[in-house]
């Protein structure tokens, strides 16, 4: 798990937008798309790496999830959480997790064996603690949705349910068909344990689109910080086109006039000179 330290300000000089209203800021739009584009170059990166051998462990791939990442964790405060599977450390890169860290837990050999119950425990103690405490902080819990994980990941749903506690729940869910519109999927998530049955938002989002991807959580975040309890996200992904989310987002940024392939090379450059040196 990490908590924040803000590390992705300073990117180059966006092209001015058109003259719009939106509801989310051209600065916070390209912060969104700049963020992405660093996840694909780190997981591409490291891929490379490790596959000639200059790099040892193991690294979850997370080429196709960057926008239902970034969408996540880009407005988390510093003292918020973000608990991970132990070679899961895109989230954390994005919370604040510096490059030379990240780098050396990519060097160091990364197994599962700690188990997902052990850190969905540690992310439901550390929820509980901060409501103890009333300090009004989030713990965002990664998690994929595979049969492997089904009964702890259920418990941790339950637990943070029953006790009303300031946590959310992202799932990735592999889905090549189009993603069900999010006022078809908004519900309650009724999870039973020991006879008690708590209910709590369920969002389905469509987890190409950043855009989608942040206004859920951004209500979430809100929904944890007035003290209303847990939200589950469900990012329905294709992984068949893991290109999709940043051609989506450099689209849209064309269409309100913030995009430039000038831009994009200079943020592209800027990064990979920032990851060698970490290297």
């Known amino acids: 798990m990490t908590s924040k330290s803000k590390t992705q300000s300073g990117d180059a000089s966006a092209p001015a937008a058109k003259s719009d209203f939106s509801l989310i800021s051209s600065e916070k739009l390209l912060d969104l798309y700049c963020t992405m584009l660093k996840c694909r170059i780190l997981t591409e990166r490291s891929r ?26 880009i407005d988390l405060l510093p003292e918020d959480t973000v608990a991970t599977a132990a070679n899961d450390l895109i989230p954390c890169f994005i919370h604040g997790l510096p490059l030379r860290a990240l780098v050396e837990n990519i ?85 039973s344990l020991n006879k008690k049955v708590c209910s709590f938002p369920s969002m389905a989002v469509d987890g190409n689109d950043a855009v989608a991807v942040y206004r859920v959580a951004h209500e979430a975040i809100a929904h944890a910080r007035m003290g209303h309890g847990p939200t589950l996200i469900d ?35 800027r990064f990979k000179k920032e990851l060698d040196a970490s290297i």
């Open 107 to 191: 060097s160091s050999p990364i197994a599962l064996s700690s188990g997902i119950a052990s850190w969905l425990k540690s992310a439901a103690d550390a929820a509980a603690a901060n409501k103890g405490r009333n300090n009004n902080k989030i713990v965002v819990v990664f998690s994929a949705r595979e049969s492997a994980f089904d009964a702890a990941w259920r418990e941790t749903l339950s637990f943070a349910g029953l006790h009303c506690l300031a946590m959310i729940f992202v799932s990735w869910t592999a889905q090549p068909t189009q993603c069900p519109t999010h006022d078809s999927k908004a519900k309650a998530e009724g999870i």
């Open 48 to 73: 490379i790496l490790i596959k000639n051998h200059k790099l040892s462990g193991r690294f979850h791939a997370a080429a196709g999830r960057e926008a239902a990442t970034a969408g996540v964790v």
């Open 235 to 269: 990012c329905q992904i294709d992984l068949s086109n893991p290109g999709d989310p940043i051609l989506n987002m450099q689209n849209y940024l064309t269409r309100k006039g913030l995009f430039t392939d000038g831009f994009k090379a200079e943020v592209e450059a």
